[in-house]
């Protein structure tokens, strides 16, 4: 049986994982909270801009003849990019996406696809590199203060390697981030760009046929091509940086549940060894009450 | 006031939603000059200058706001745009104006393309300040 000590010393070490937890609990849910507002804040210009450019490239499909829009296999060489967290402690967040990306690799690897694979975050540089994977890039500079421009420099590299047909796609695997109680890990197919699918639509799009416009009823200014051009882009771009927001915000959501979860097992477990503690010293006195007893009947 | 036809003007940044009201008229500065949209206005899409997009609102007041670049798209009396900045043109000072002149005028220009950054910048910053003295005068 454990002596008093040991147990004191136990719940005093229990005690002080339970402090560093509940801070990272509060850290987590601050940044969550500023995370959340960026990521939401950015939801309507992303979904606003990708309806605008996939239902005008539906609708000028036999017309145009963006880069970016055509399928190629030429190089037979797939980008797979997969987004995880430089820090840890946040359940299951990366490994979630870190056994999606490794799912994504044997399926690549069954087509005979040649992989490129990118990975931003410690963690997931770290965990790939150990199932033996070779890593060709990585990036470890998307932290949760990530600016549009970072993740429009590695977009446009990206958009440039397909244009020059040294890539066939890029597929990004990343956390989707639905609510507060509801994230997961997802692959989304950036290139080449998928024109509109009328199954594609959001709720609130329902309403109008964005099914590709009617190109004949609309003024363009300039010509809907030009402006094509102009709009896949930023398409690219700020869906990548969908993704990457996506991403932080799951991130810390994870941790935070996770360290809740870490603070409330703590105390727990605080409870349970208190519980231990009360009766060890309870059966300490007993015996030492019955030493002196046994005494007392010797002395007689 | 209310029979006559309105147009939903919706401002969206990267950011942020930085405006979503109902207006009679809304002027846009496309790439090549100021659009003026009125209710009914055809199906319509462009590309978006340097310049202040001005709307009228259902009580008659003018609002305006600083934006750069993006794109206007104009469809069902609904004016949706889509920009990279959108700055309400009062809240812009003259001395943050200033300081954005002498901050632009600082950039580098060894290269061609630093030699292209520095005069957008620049001339982005004079735009400001010369909205600054309109609205103040």
Redesign the interface.
């Known amino acids: 049986m454990a002596t008093t000590r040991e147990i004191v010393k136990r719940r005093r070490s229990v005690g002080n994982i339970r402090k560093i937890t509940k801070t990272m609990e509060m850290i987590a849910t601050a940044k969550f909270r500023k995370a959340l507002n960026?990521a939401v804040?950015?939801k309507?210009?992303?979904q606003?801009?990708t309806e605008?450019a996939s239902a005008?490239a539906a609708g000028l499909a036999d017309q145009t003849s963006h880069p970016l829009l055509q399928r190629h296999s030429e190089s037979n060489r797939v980008v797979l990019l997969a987004l995880t967290s430089n820090r840890g402690l946040c359940g299951g967040y990366n490994g979630n996406v870190i056994r999606l990306t490794g799912q994504q690799i044997r399926m690549l690897r069954d087509e005979q696809t040649e992989i490129d694979l990118r990975v931003s975050g410690k963690k997931g540089i770290y965990a790939l590199r150990f199932m033996g994977h070779s890593i060709q890039q990585q990036y470890t500079h998307f932290e949760d203060k990530v600016t549009?421009a970072q993740v429009a420099d590695l977009a446009e590299e990206l958009m440039d390697l397909y244009c020059r047909k040294q890539i066939d796609g890029v597929r990004v695997v990343f956390t989707r981030f639905v609510s507060s109680a509801r994230h997961y890990a997802d692959v989304l197919n950036l290139l080449p760009i998928q024109p509109a699918a009328p199954a594609a639509q959001t709720p609130e799009s329902a309403g109008?046929p964005t099914g590709g416009?009617?190109i004949e009823?609309?003024?363009?200014?300039?010509p809907?091509r030009?402006?094509l051009d102009?709009?896949i882009p930023i398409t690219v771009k700020?869906e990548l940086?969908q993704c990457v927001m996506d991403s932080v915000v799951s991130e810390q959501v994870a941790r935070m549940s996770a360290m809740k979860a870490a603070t409330d097992n703590a105390q727990q477990m605080i409870q349970a060894l208190t519980r231990q503690y009360n009766r060890a010293r309870q059966s300490q006195i007993t015996s030492e009450l019955l030493d002196i007893l046994g005494g007392v009947e010797a002395l007689k | 006031m209310t029979d006559h036809q309105k147009i939903r003007c919706i401002v969206i940044t990267p950011e942020r939603q930085a405006a979503d009201a109902e207006a009679l008229a809304v002027v846009l500065p496309a790439h090549d000059g100021l659009v003026g949209v009125l209710p009914n206005h055809a199906p319509f899409l462009c590309k978006l200058g340097m310049g202040l997009l001005r709307y009228r609102d259902i009580q008659n007041r003018e609002h305006a706001l600083f934006i750069e670049g993006g794109f206007g798209h104009v469809r069902d009396n609904e004016v949706s745009i889509l920009t990279q900045t959108a700055i309400a043109a009062d809240k812009i000072t003259t001395a943050e104006a200033d300081t954005q002149v002498r901050q632009a005028e600082a950039l580098p220009a060894a290269t061609i393309e630093e030699v292209d950054t520095r005069r957008h910048a620049i001339r982005r910053a004079k735009y400001l300040r010369q909205l600054t003295g309109a609205t103040e005068s």
């Open positions: 960026r804040g950015s309507p210009y992303t606003k801009i605008l005008l549009f109008h416009l009617n009823e609309y003024l363009f200014s300039p809907a030009e402006i102009e709009l700020t940086f």
